[in-house]
């Protein structure tokens, strides 16, 4: 050690940390870029092999932050609403990746939604909970409607059944 005085000392060692830490960083990164492919490999296998363990993970973060992730998606499905196709163009190829819209799967997202509009059935105006809503595609899957947000509006089941393999946005 250079210094006697422990007060140096520790500023010292700090120093030594964050300089060491960088570095590290940068060979792991460096490292990373020139192994793409066994990266992915690598974490895909992980994935697979945890899949159980990272969706309780998942959930049990989603349940500690509820309250700032509800937060979250209200203000993100405010501020996109206006322009949501556009939108969900750029983000389609993710969303799809990420599989159909269920409420369970997209808990948050549909969460905001039925904030949004209050928690009613958007046609007979009556009002619901996140039990007894479903998810109705404006556009039914069968006839060509994507499994986005921009083509999800909450209805009763009574009205879900009514409407049927129709196409109309309520919102
Ligand atoms: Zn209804």
Request: aromatic share 14%; glycine share 2%; net charge positive.
């Amino acid at each position: 050690m250079p210094y006697k005085d422990p007060e140096h000392r520790r500023a010292y060692k700090h120093r030594w940390y964050i300089a060491h830490q960088t570095l590290t960083k940068e060979r792991a990164r460096q490292w990373r870029l020139n192994h793409l492919d066994h990266v992915k490999a690598t974490k895909q296998t992980y994935y697979l092999n945890n899949r159980e363990r990272i969706a309780n993970y998942k959930r049990r973060w989603q349940e500690r932050h509820h309250e700032r992730l509800l937060q979250y998606y209200r203000n993100h499905y405010q501020v996109h609403k206006s322009d949501y196709l556009t939108y969900m163009k750029h983000r389609r190829r993710i969303v799809r990746s990420r599989g159909p819209f269920t409420k369970y799967k997209r808990r948050y997202e549909w969460l905001s939604m039925l904030e949004y509009f209050d928690y009613r059935c958007l046609r007979c105006q009556k009002s619901g909970t996140y039990d007894t809503l479903v998810v109705d595609h404006i556009r039914p899957i069968s006839r060509g409607g994507t499994n986005t947000l921009n083509n999800i509006q909450p209805l009763c089941d009574p009205c879900n059944r009514w409407k049927g393999r129709r196409i109309i946005s309520y919102r």
